[in-house]
């Protein structure tokens, strides 16, 4: 709260301001904006800011929370590829504190996904970052924020590459309140375009899941993979015969 009012003063001295569901700005009040359209026009200016790097990364995060504009994380991620990186200590925090929040964290999760995860520049340090590093201290305290972080980051891993995720989905096969999330997190590799599993290995984790016998595409998932098949996109026709074979 205390970094989205400081994100809503900054807002202020450049002249915009929220007005009911809306928001207007000092050069057209009569005009009303979307948040997207803030996020737009000026999250890319807290980087312009006279502050230190980890200042305005702070600052740019209290617009995300203000505005819950996946265009703010992008604008995190310009800057960080132009101006950083940034200290990633303060980076990683901040999505590691918003995938822990009692709130809804769309914006943070798809930026995980399309922007860190899926460039395999990125994705084993962010993965790491906002979980693997972690994942040992989840299965030990399953605090509520612990498992929610852990939940999200498991469901939008897809594109990680399976030997920087695969110690990780095992430890959190020890964990019942997880099995879902590491289902998700195993469908999605298999599905999205990026994604990367090794059946074999990813067939014995599906195994090890205490999963209701009816949960959508557990079948379906469970015949490609004792198939050999990798990703969706690599074997056309796969999963549809295994719904057909499983139907």
Not at 134 to 153: F, T
Not at 178 to 206: I, K
């Amino acid at each position: 709260m205390q970094a989205e009012e400081a994100a809503r003063r900054w807002l202020a001295d450049q002249g915009v301001s929220q007005v009911g569901d809306g928001w207007v700005s000092d050069e057209k009040p009569d005009t009303s904006l979307t948040a997207n359209q803030v996020a737009h026009s000026w999250a890319g200016d807290v980087f312009a800011e006279d502050l230190d790097a980890a200042d305005q990364v702070r600052l740019a995060f209290g617009l995300l929370d203000l505005l819950d504009e996946y265009w703010v994380t992008c604008e995190i991620r310009f800057a960080n590829d132009a101006e950083g990186p940034f200290p990633a200590d303060v980076l990683w925090d901040g999505y590691r504190r918003r995938l822990e929040a009692d709130r809804d964290a769309e914006a943070v999760t798809y930026s995980l996904w399309v922007d860190w995860f899926e460039d395999h520049a990125t994705s084993a340090t962010a993965f790491a970052e906002v979980l693997g590093n972690d994942i040992g201290q989840v299965v030990a305290e399953r605090s509520e924020a612990l498992l929610r972080r852990a939940r999200r980051v498991l469901e939008c891993s897809g594109p990680v590459r399976w030997p920087v995720k695969e110690l990780t989905y095992r430890t959190a096969t020890r964990l019942p309140a997880l099995h879902s999330a590491v289902f998700r997190g195993l469908l999605t590799s298999f599905h999205d375009v990026y994604g990367d599993l090794e059946p074999a290995a990813a067939l014995a984790l599906l195994d090890q899941l205490d999963l209701p016998p009816n949960t959508q595409h557990l079948a379906a998932l469970r015949h490609v993979l004792v198939a050999g098949h990798k990703n969706h996109h690599h074997s056309p026709g796969a999963w549809d015969d295994a719904v057909r074979s499983c139907s």
